[in-house]
């Protein structure tokens, strides 16, 4: 079997003051495997997103990205220009003052130039429908419009591992859509953390659940929605 790319061993974790929100938490994602996470809120999976980005740093247990163990800032920081992570809240990711430079950020850190970055960025903002939004200022997009740029942020990025937290929050059905066709297009390993059961059905292929500070497999109860369409007055199931 290959080498995981993502690997975290018995990871625990306490914010300064409270209990433990991670006891002894151990995941692995693998190339190629597509994974959705869930579970109650406050149960510690943007904390854990967090860890294995370096963002934090636990109080026990081990950190391995790529194969090689996370030991210090710098070897964090080389991992992290290959994962496209994207934070639960759009504000934290979006820092510049356009919109064109928060997504030309990811490239340009990993070495292209200027004019590169820039077709990069445009790239990925057609691609998540934001053509036209270079030269708007980020922090007074709609949510919606933010969650896109921060997907766009990650998409000109083309990492080898997509960590997506709650990357459907704000968005629209029309939005949703979009975003479930996107991700069926690339290929590249996924950690997708969503409460939104059909969005981890269309995107991954295996559902964990977040339970007691660990990770365990997981399993969505059978369900079904209404919902009104647009076009049409008449609630309907599928
Ligand atoms: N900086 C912080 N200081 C103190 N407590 C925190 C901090 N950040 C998060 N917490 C707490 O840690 C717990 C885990 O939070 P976390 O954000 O990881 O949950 P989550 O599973 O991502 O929830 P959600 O589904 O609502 O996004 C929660 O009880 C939260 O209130
Ligand atoms: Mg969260």
């Given amino acids: ?17 409270r209990g433990e929100t991670l006891k002894g938490l151990t995941f692995h994602l693998h190339p190629g495997e597509k994974l959705g996470l869930f ?9 854990m997103l967090h860890i294995l980005m370096g963002l934090l740093t636990p109080d026990k247990g081990e950190v391995t990205l790529f194969g090689a163990p996370m030991s210090d800032a710098k070897a964090f920081e080389a991992a992290r220009l290959k994962i496209g992570f994207l934070f639960q809240h759009s504000d934290d ?14 490239p ?25 939004f270079e030269d708007r200022v980020p922090h007074r997009l709609s949510g919606g419009e933010k969650k896109l740029v921060a997907l766009a942020t990650i998409l000109s990025m083309r990492p080898e591992i997509l960590v997506l937290d709650e990357p459907t929050t704000g968005l629209s059905p029309e ?34 659940a977040m339970r007691d500070g660990r990770v365990q497999p997981g399993e969505l109860k059978p369900h079904s929605h209404v919902h009104v369409h647009e076009e049409g007055d008449v609630p309907h199931q599928h």
């Fill in 93 to 106: 990711q979006l820092f510049c003052p356009t919109v064109l430079d928060d997504v030309a950020f990811g």
């Fill in 1 to 17: 079997m290959s080498h995981a790319v993502i690997e975290l061993s018995e990871i625990s974790y306490a914010f300064p003051g």
């Fill in 175 to 208: 939005a949703k859509d979009r975003l479930v066709d996107i991700l069926k297009k690339l290929d590249m390993a996924r950690l997708v953390v969503s409460h939104d059961p059909d969005f981890l059905a269309a995107t991954t292929d295996r559902l964990l």
């Fill in 39 to 47: 579970g109650p809120n406050g149960a510690g999976k943007s904390t």
């Fill in 108 to 132: 340009l850190n990993q070495g292209l130039s200027r004019e590169e970055a820039s077709e990069r960025a445009r790239e990925a903002l057609e691609t998540v429908g934001l053509a036209g």
